[in-house]
């Protein structure tokens, strides 16, 4: 509507000035709101972004545990078999979240890694959790084919069509209520679940680390 008016009050006039600034301030707010929705939603996953779980994290006031979870051989499987088929490796764990204990949130933290917070949880309430979830996850098979998965044509002699068995390393880490301002940091939490996932993957993976 600003925009008619602005356009039957002819090029020069103070109204067609007034609307048309209207029009922009309208647009410029409209874009702003969609880029903040798309930084808390992932779209490979569907799943809240990391922005997100920031903003959940500072909602919990009790101790919570922060699980990091990572696809094992990433990289490879998307340099050999392409995009499409790392994302569909993404949303299918992204769908296994979903027999985590009710009270984890799952999001998507980068690339092939998502974090589950836990809240009112400490990080030995949850390893049964993480290890059927990790379970479940082995016990997968995904058909890969170059050519019908996004890769390169000349991937197909290279690599050859097969069922890939999925692993994924966790590392997770917990905030507490009576260990102090340090212990209570996001950034400190992050951090300790990483080194744990770390140390996951150095004795090869496949495994959930505290």
Known sequence: MALLFALGGGPNSVESTVYLTMVALMLFVNLLE???????????????????MRREIKSVESSYALALVSV???????????????????????????????????????GESFTLVFAG?????VIGDLEALRADIEDFRFPMSPNGMGGRKSDSTKYPAVRWSLTVTVGVAERRE?????????????????????????????????
């Not at 969609?34 to 997100?52: F, G, I, M, N, Q």
């Not at 940091?185 to 996951?200: D, E």
């Open 72 to 110: 094992d051989h990433y990289k490879m499987l998307q340099d050999r078999y392409g995009r499409d088929a790392s994302d569909r490796i993404l949303r299918k764990i992204a769908g296994d979240f979903r027999r985590v204990g009710r009270h984890s949130r799952p999001f998507r933290y980068s």
């Open 178 to 210: 009576e260990g102090g301002w340090w212990s209570s940091r996001y950034g400190a939490i992050a951090r300790a679940a990483r080194g744990a996932l770390h140390r996951g993957r150095k004795v090869g993976g496949n495994t959930v680390f505290k």
């Open 121 to 125: 949880k400490g990080r030995n309430e």
């Open 34 to 52: 969609k880029s903040y929705a798309l930084s808390l939603h992932d779209e490979v996953t569907h799943l809240p972004a990391r922005r997100a």
